[in-house]
């Protein structure tokens, strides 16, 4: 009997376990369906969210916000279940290393194929959802249905007797000023979301013209864009081909070539138009007026999945782009700007920022707290601001993607609300605690549950240590802990193989010899070279490093930096400092290194390194410490796109600086301070012609205006700090013989330690 029981048992369970079979079978066509679905689900809520905008009665209008709110749910359950399948699907490493393999890989595995059976029971409960919201919200409010593609061979005759309107020169038709300004008020300023405008008339009314017209006029205000005429008897497959060739020439990109059949066409150009309209909305995460910088907002959305590779290019340069799209359509504002022309900092306008929060609150894309007693107002808040430091109201368990924490004072943050995080929002994909000046005891132990994290800040924060679960982080790849009290990081930190950007002035604060196995770094803390080369040859393995700051540099080190550095291809910013002032930099640098765009060299030279003069795309030197005594102005000077040049602690020892006519072309700005042996500088005439800034700091023995720096006619500040009394005496615009020299300059800045001088600003913006 007993064996009987066992048989019956079995073939009860043969169904079952050939079921999960199958399920694990078809989960990747599965997670790519659901995929497909949730963007064609989510164009059903925003028509959906068109009905309720445009419903007159309040009740009615009431009932279709609520059942949209519904759909907003079921979209946000599907965005889990696919993040939820990424993860499982990733290799998983074993914690304790002394465990035999075989049996490690043993447990990972059925761990891994039971979190994937988790997930394809998941996905068929999701999916069944959003049919019962779709089919629930149509039943109550019905959509008109999309047009199919299909419009079948019809006598097109009547086409070929018109002159093709798209060589209509603009000039040539009349009656158009009033549909043309329409729509180009609708393109410019209207949704931002991908809108659908239709041009509606009879034959040969002139509507392929009128929208030639208006593609002409605003084309430059779009990143994306292309012109597309379609006969009554057309074919899909050519339309997306000729689509998809107009957008890369746009991008002066080759087309791809992979793309033989319907469905990988339609995704190469869904990819192309994909995430045009990202990131506006996110600025509703941060306080009115707040000047946010470029990087921590890119590195945001790029956790957040909103910024998309593109081939070629990084998704920081990728993410960079969509922010300029953004600011030239004058939605978003610039703070400041990098000397090479990048957003640095930027906000919106306080109207833009009211109409975001009115626009997130009826979307479920975030909320922003900002007083003691405010609660989560849905439970399906994808983002949290709090910005209040006494807050006590609560979160509930809303699936949360980011949490930010502004609260900008120095009163603790209740401990009780962070330990909450790792435990209830295990989804959660960015945490920022920048400048909130957090004065916790401690981070959590259990950071580790966040495995979905992929950007963490405790930027400006009192925390001293972080917990070994760290390493537990797999996805993380923004980790920034400057302006910390965090001095060492633990070891577990080497296990997270996709961190990209670790980001913190001290520099004792990893184990170098370990670190080569974190190959996706860009940015890492300063490197401390050690005597016998272990910890730069590590480093060496980065081949994705962006930036490399190396300090106590010796001579003995040069081979091994030389072949590190040549190494890079990717290097954007290398600073080298000496251990000490008798230590040479005697470099030879043989790769062309075309992406470096800013290099310091911080220690004695003997000559000037001609390596640096061949860098085709180098925006800013700076020497400091050189001794240099031959005029290094003869190999800088025709350097293609130099912006900045700084020269300071006696970088150049020699008496006068020359900057002779044609040199320095591109320049905005120039640094010299602390040149003991300076004593005048020559400027003729077409020389520095696209200089805006000039700084002249500590020059003891410079008495005399630059001669020449009337003829620069670009030049807007020149700031004088800390120059002898009578070189401040001949300029000073109470009678100074040589005041006549800069009378022009819009804005002139004398300032001194000595509080004995006067401190004071002239120029021509002052008069």
């Known amino acids: 009997m007993a064996e009987t029981a066992v048989s019956l048992a079995g073939q009860h369970a043969l169904p079952k376990i050939l079921e999960a079979v199958k399920m694990l079978r078809d989960l990747p066509k599965e997670v790519r369906d659901i995929t497909d679905e949730l963007e064609s689900f989510q164009e059903f ?8 905008e445009a419903e007159q009665d309040d009740g009615r209008r009431h009932r279709i916000k609520e059942r949209v709110m519904r759909l907003r749910e079921a979209a946000f359950r599907m965005e889990d279940v696919i993040d939820e399948y990424n993860i499982s699907c990733e290799d998983k490493q074993p914690d304790d290393p002394r465990c035999a393999a075989l049996l490690c890989e043993a447990v990972a595995f059925i761990k891994t194929q039971i979190l994937l059976l988790q997930s394809a029971y998941k996905i068929q409960d999701v999916k069944s959802l959003v049919r019962a919201e779709r089919d629930g919200f149509q039943s109550h409010f019905p959509l008109e249905q999309r047009p199919t593609s299909s419009r079948g061979n019809q006598d097109i005759t009547w086409q070929k007797l018109r002159r093709d309107p798209l060589f209509i020169e603009e000039d040539e038709v009349v009656g158009l000023d009033g549909p043309r300004g329409i729509l180009k008020n609708w393109l410019t300023k209207g949704r931002e979301k991908r809108t659908v405008i239709s041009v509606v008339g009879i034959a040969g009314v002139g509507k392929t013209t009128l929208a030639k017209q208006v593609y002409d006029q605003v084309r430059n205000n779009f990143e994306c864009h292309a012109l597309i005429t379609v006969s009554q008897s057309f074919s899909a497959e050519g339309l997306l081909r ?3 060739n107009e957008l890369c020439k746009e991008k002066k990109e080759d087309p791809p070539k992979d793309v033989s059949t319907i469905e990988l066409l339609t995704e190469e150009v869904r990819n192309r138009l994909r995430n045009k309209r990202s990131c506006l909305l996110y600025f509703g995460m941060y306080p009115e007026d707040y000047e946010v910088q470029s990087d921590r907002l890119i590195r945001q959305w790029i956790a957040e999945g909103f910024v998309k590779h593109e081939t070629g290019k990084s998704l920081e340069e990728v993410g960079q782009q969509y922010l300029s799209g953004l600011v030239r359509r004058s939605l978003v504002q610039v703070s400041s700007l990098r000397i090479d022309g990048k957003v640095k900092r930027c906000r919106v306008h306080d109207l833009i920022h009211d109409m975001i929060l009115r626009k997130v609150k009826d979307t479920g894309f975030c ?8 609660s989560v107002s849905s439970k399906i808040v994808r983002r949290l601001t709090i910005a209040t430091h006494d807050f006590s109201g609560s979160i509930g368990s809303s699936p949360m993607r980011s949490i930010l924490i502004m609260t900008g004072k120095y009163e603790k943050l209740s401990q009780d609300l962070v330990n909450k995080f790792p435990t209830n929002y295990m989804l959660l994909k960015v945490l920022d605690f920048e400048g909130s000046r957090l004065r916790l005891r401690y981070v959590p132990e259990n950071l580790g549950n966040l495995c979905h994290l992929k950007y963490l800040s405790f930027r400006y924060t009192w925390i001293a240590s972080l917990p070994k679960s760290i390493g537990k982080l797999q996805n993380l790849e923004t980790l920034d802990i400057r302006g ?15 961190l ?3 980001l913190s002035e001290y520099i004792s604060l990893i184990q170098w010899k370990d670190i080569g196995g974190m190959t996706s770094l860009q940015e890492i803390p300063p490197v401390i070279i050690d005597d016998d080369g272990v910890v730069i040859r590590e480093v060496g393995k980065l081949k994705q490093l962006r930036e490399l700051l190396v300090v106590k540099f010796r001579g003995k080190h040069e081979k091994t930096l030389c072949s590190v550095i040549n190494e890079m291809p990717l290097l954007e910013k290398l600073d080298i400092y000496t251990a000490d002032e008798s230590e040479v930099i005697d470099l030879y640098i043989t790769s062309p290194m075309s992406t470096l765009r800013k290099l310091v060299l911080w220690g004695t030279l003997t000559r000037f390194p001609n390596w640096i003069s061949q860098f085709p795309n180098l925006m800013q030197l700076y020497l400091s410490g050189s001794r240099l005594t031959n005029d290094a102005l003869k190999s800088l000077k025709n350097m293609p796109r130099l912006l900045f040049l700084g020269l300071s602690y006696n970088a150049y020892e020699g008496e006068t600086l020359h900057f002779h006519c044609g040199g320095f072309q591109k320049l905005k700005q120039l640094s010299l301070g602390s040149l003991d042996q300076l004593k005048c500088i020559l400027i003729d005439r077409g020389a520095l012609c696209s200089v805006e800034e000039i700084v002249l700091r500590d ?3 410079l008495k005399a205006v630059p001669s020449g720096i009337q003829h620069l006619e670009k030049l807007k500040d020149l700031y004088i700090d800390d120059m002898p009394t009578e070189f401040e005496q001949r300029i000073a615009p109470d009678g100074g013989e040589d005041h006549w020299i800069i009378q022009d300059v819009p804005h002139v800045r004398i300032w001194s330690e000595d509080a004995a001088k006067p401190s004071y600003i002239f120029g021509r913006s002052h008069h």
Do not use: F
């Open 367 to 374: 909320q922003y707290i900002d007083g003691p007693d405010q």
């Open 242 to 244: 000729h689509m998809l």
């Open 484 to 498: 910390t009290h965090v001095s060492e990081m633990p070891k577990e930190i080497t296990k997270l193989t996709k």
């Open 500 to 502: 990209r950007h670790l």
């Open 699 to 701: 020059l003891s023995q």
């Open 45 to 52: 809520i925003n028509d959906a969210d068109k009905v309720a």
